[in-house]
């Protein structure tokens, strides 16, 4: 019999909430353990400092993720080769690879300057929600990008206070 949607409601607040802040996810986590075993920075609160130069880090950041993203080529060669069930799973095994890298590598360099994962793209998730047109329904452009409706509202102020209540930046 399925779980009442009140009480799957109130479940996952419980499990989400400590004292009004969420639990750090499992993945979130992960990525810290991954850091810490690879030597890498684990900042504890938002900084600049914890990666020496940040300037630097970012170009290699930016060096780094554009060496991912080439490997959409590659992806898109397998997709359009994909006729067969088999052919079509690695595709979406080149795919789902791809994604979580490059997901994977990003919570790291967050990681790295102390910002938090899960409060973060929650943030950001909220004010995608925003994006709604007067109508209700999602506004997309010619390639399918969704678009800021009137209720829009941006996720920086919100991600300024959520910064600042970790850490006196």
Known sequence: RPMPALLMILIVKHVNNINGDKIMSQFQDDIKKFNGIYKLPVAVTPTLKSVGDPVARLVAFK???????????????????AKSEDTTTIALTAL??????????CASEMAK?????????????????????????????????????????????????????????
């Open 113 to 169: 300057f102390g910002l938090p994962l899960d409060k973060v793209l929650g943030i950001i998730m909220q004010s995608n929600f925003s994006k709604l047109g007067a109508d209700g329904l999602p506004i997309y452009d010619e390639r399918g990008k969704v678009q800021k409706g009137p209720g829009y509202y941006r996720p920086e102020p919100e991600i300024k206070k959520a910064l600042l209540e970790i850490k006196d930046i």
């Open 96 to 105: 789902a690879d791809l994604l979580g890298d490059i997901q994977v590598y």
């Open 63 to 81: 060096d780094i993720l554009s060496e991912e993203l080439d490997e959409i080529d590659e992806v898109i060669a397998l997709v359009n080769s």
